[in-house]
C-alpha cells in the first residue's frame, strides 16, 4: 500500500501556497520562444516602457545581461505575471538569453513581485568596490548628460551598463567630492542639479588656463555657486552683482516654476542650471537665464583628474540655516 506524502501548504496571512506544485527551471530563451510566452501575458499587466526595453536588448546584445533571481513567473493557469519586458527584449536584441522560470505562482502575488527593494546604482558600485553616495552617483550622471536629451541624467545613466563608465569618472575627481562632504555640501538641501552644475564649475576651472574677474579658487567658486543656489547668499563670500548673479537669478526662476507647480528635477531644470552655472563661472551676473539645450561646458568625459590639483582655499565647515529646496 502507497502512502501519499502529504502537499508542502505554505501559509501567508491571506493565501495557502502549495510549495510542491511550483515548478521551477533555468531556461534558455530564444526570440521565437520570448514570442510565445508573451502570448501567454495576462490583460492587465503594467503598460510596456520601450526605452527600457531598448536599453535591456543593448545589454543582451552586448552580452552583458545576466542570469537573475529575478525570475520570468507565470500562474496556475499558465499566465504571464512577470518578465514582459525581458521578454519583448530579447526579440528586440535576436538574441536567446538565459533566465530562471517559476511556473504555477498563485496570481495573488502577481502585485507583489516588485516590492523587494533593488540595489541603486551607487549600491552596485559600493559592492563593486569603490564607495559611493547616491548623492556623488547622480551629480555625476547629470554632469555628463547631453542637454539635447528628453531626459536628465539621473535617469538616462542609471542602467548597469554605465556603472563602469560613472564609477570612472567618479574616480578621477573623488578628492572634490570627499571635500565637498567634509564640508556638508552632500546633504539633502542641496539639490542634485546644483550639486552636479557644482562639479562642472570645479573641474572646468581646474583644467582652464583662463583668468576670471572674479579670481576665485576652482573650490571657492563652486561651493559658493552652492551657497547662492540654496539659501540666496553666502556666510563664506561677499556677493558681488558684477559677477555673481546667475545662481540668484536661477533660484529666482526655479522657485516661479514651484510656484506654478511646474516640475523642477527634468531636463528643462538642468538646462537652466547649467546655463546659469557656466555664467557664473565666467563671472558674468545676466538679468535672465534662457535654457540651453547645447552644453557650454568642455565635454565632461574628456576633462583630466582633477585628485592632483592643489587648492590653497581654506574653507572649514559652518552650520547653516536651510532656506530653500525644492528636492
Known amino acids: 500500500m502507497m502512502i501519499q506524502t502529504p502537499s508542502k501548504l505554505f ?17 534558455l530563451i530564444s526570440p ?3 514570442k510565445n510566452y508573451l502570448t501567454c501575458n495576462f490583460k492587465n499587466n503594467r503598460i510596456v516602457k520601450k ?4 536599453e535591456l536588448a543593448t545589454l543582451m546584445r552586448k552580452k552583458e545581461f545576466y542570469l537573475s533571481w529575478d525570475c520570468l513567473c507565470f500562474n496556475e493557469n499558465g499566465i504571464l505575471i512577470n518578465g514582459q519586458h525581458r521578454l519583448h527584449a530579447v526579440i528586440e536584441s535576436n538574441q536567446t538569453v538565459a533566465f530562471c522560470v517559476v511556473r504555477n505562482m498563485p496570481h495573488k502575488v502577481a502585485k507583489l513581485l516588485d516590492n523587494g527593494k533593488k540595489r541603486t546604482q551607487s549600491e552596485r558600485i559600493t559592492v563593486g568596490g569603490i564607495l559611493m553616495k547616491q548623492k556623488e552617483c547622480a551629480m555625476v ?4 548628460c547631453k542637454l539635447n536629451t528628453p531626459y536628465a541624467g539621473t535617469y538616462l545613466y542609471g542602467n548597469s551598463r554605465y556603472d563602469k563608465l560613472i564609477s ?3 574616480k578621477k575627481h573623488q578628492k572634490y567630492f570627499q571635500k565637498l562632504d567634509s564640508l556638508g555640501y552632500l546633504s539633502s538641501g542641496y539639490t542634485t542639479f546644483f550639486s552636479a552644475v557644482a562639479l562642472k564649475i570645479y573641474v572646468e576651472l581646474c583644467n582652464s588656463r583662463k583668468a576670471y574677474k572674479h579670481q576665485m579658487s576652482p573650490f ?13 547668499y553666502s556666510q563664506r563670500f561677499q556677493t558681488n552683482n558684477s559677477t555673481d548673479l546667475a545662481p540668484l537669478v536661477l533660484r529666482k526662476v526655479i522657485l516661479e516654476k514651484k510656484e506654478k507647480k511646474e516640475a523642477t528635477w527634468e531636463i528643462d531644470t538642468l538646462q537652466l542650471c547649467v546655463k546659469a552655472g557656466f555664467q557664473f563661472l565666467k563671472g558674468d551676473s545676466p538679468k535672465r537665464i534662457q535654457k540651453t539645450d547645447v552644453d557650454p561646458f568642455s565635454d565632461f568625459q574628456t576633462l583630466k583628474s582633477t585628485n592632483d590639483y592643489y587648492d590653497q582655499s581654506n574653507i572649514v565647515k559652518i552650520k547653516s540655516k536651510e532656506v530653500f529646496s525644492y528636492e
Do not use: H, T
Not at 526605452?51 to 531598448?54: A, G, H, N, R, S
Not at 571657492?220 to 540654496?230: G, K, Q, T, Y
Open 141 to 144: 550622471k547629470n554632469a555628463i
Open 32 to 34: 521565437e520562444k520570448a
Open 220 to 232: 571657492e567658486r563652486s561651493v559658493f555657486w552652492l551657497d547662492l543656489c540654496r539659501n540666496g
Open 51 to 54: 526605452m527600457w526595453i531598448k
Open 11 to 27: 501559509e501567508y496571512k491571506d493565501l495557502k501556497v502549495n510549495l510542491d506544485s511550483i515548478d521551477f527551471q533555468i531556461e
Open 168 to 170: 570612472e569618472i567618479y
